[in-house]
């Protein structure tokens, strides 16, 4: 995330530092790991199958259950360092390409092939990489603002301290949900985002709110659109602001994109 002032780079810089953390710590709510395996095995893909986040899972608990590298596992999901995976999330056990894409080794020379400039070789048939997924993804939701206010932070793709919007305010002012679904995360386990609420939409679509000064729901419970949620504060943060994130198959989106212009 990120803020307009000189404490709010540092809050950046501590939720960064955070995140990595978090992954030492092996907390059960939203979990992460960090890519530590030895050697270099090739994962066997399943292909066509999923397997949906649960609580208290980790990247590392879920490739070794499904007999697969911890990098492969990220990789076919796009999921960037620090590996922050929510429960409710469903990762694809297979490369999206059908190639394996990170622990694949060059297979040697056949014996008897000729590797002489005149000699006729048959190269591997050139594969077009698969183009980056847009980011007007396509949402069955009418997203509303989660709270008003400024907005003093925006969305960055690929820069893992701004993956949502922050929106400024008063301490106690409602934060509400963006959409209809199921709290499938209500604490203050992941460091860095305070007391946090995190609710699932569908399988593929998730939001987050973080920094809130209490939280007004419970895991399993059902939310409606503009149903209060939590409300506004700075915990874990340098100012009253909430922190809202859009996640599609567990990589963020810009909110932007789905909110109402106002």
């Known amino acids: 995330m990120t803020t307009t002032n000189r404490s709010g780079k540092t809050s950046t810089r501590l939720l960064a530092a955070s995140l990595a953390a978090l992954a030492l710590l092996a907390l059960a709510a939203c979990s992460s790991t960090v890519v530590r395996e030895g050697g270099s095995r090739a994962s066997t893909p399943k292909y066509g199958a999923t397997t949906v986040v649960k609580r208290g899972?980790?990247?590392?608990?879920?490739?070794?259950?499904?007999?697969?590298?911890?990098?492969?596992?990220?990789?076919?999901?796009?999921?960037?360092?620090?590996?922050?995976?929510?429960?409710?999330?469903?990762?694809?056990?297979?490369?999206?390409?059908?190639?394996?894409?990170?622990?694949?080794?060059?297979?040697?020379?056949?014996?008897?092939?000729?590797?002489?400039?005149?000699?006729?070789?048959?190269?591997?048939?050139?594969?077009?990489?698969?183009?980056?997924?847009?980011?007007?993804?396509?949402?069955?939701?009418?997203?509303?603002?989660?709270?008003?206010?400024?907005?003093?932070?925006?969305?960055?793709?690929?820069?893992?301290t701004r993956q949502g919007i922050d929106i400024a305010g008063a301490g106690g002012q409602p934060v509400r949900a963006a959409a209809d679904g199921v709290v499938v995360y209500s604490g203050s386990g992941l460091v860095g985002y305070g007391e946090l609420v995190i609710v699932k939409h569908s399988e593929e679509w998730l939001s987050a709110y973080g920094h809130n000064r209490a939280r007004l729901v419970n895991e399993g419970q059902v939310v409606k659109a503009g149903q209060q949620i939590a409300e506004m504060g700075r915990s874990g943060a340098a100012r009253d602001m909430l922190h809202f994130e859009i996640r599609h198959d567990g990589k963020p989106v810009d909110p932007l994109g789905y909110l109402p212009k106002r």
Do not use: C, H, K, M
Not at 87 to 94: H, S
Not at 148 to 153: K, P, R, W
């Open 57 to 160: 899972d980790n990247l590392y608990r879920i490739a070794t259950n499904n007999g697969l590298s911890t990098l492969d596992l990220a990789t076919w999901n796009n999921i960037a360092p620090p590996y922050t995976i929510y429960p409710g999330q469903r990762l694809r056990l297979y490369p999206s390409d059908g190639r394996r894409t990170a622990s694949t080794t060059t297979p040697r020379p056949q014996a008897g092939s000729s590797t002489r400039p005149n000699s006729t070789t048959t190269r591997p048939a050139s594969t077009t990489p698969t183009p980056p997924r847009s980011t007007a993804i396509a949402s069955p939701f009418a997203w509303r603002w989660p709270t008003e206010g400024q907005l003093v932070g925006t969305y960055a793709a690929g820069n893992p």
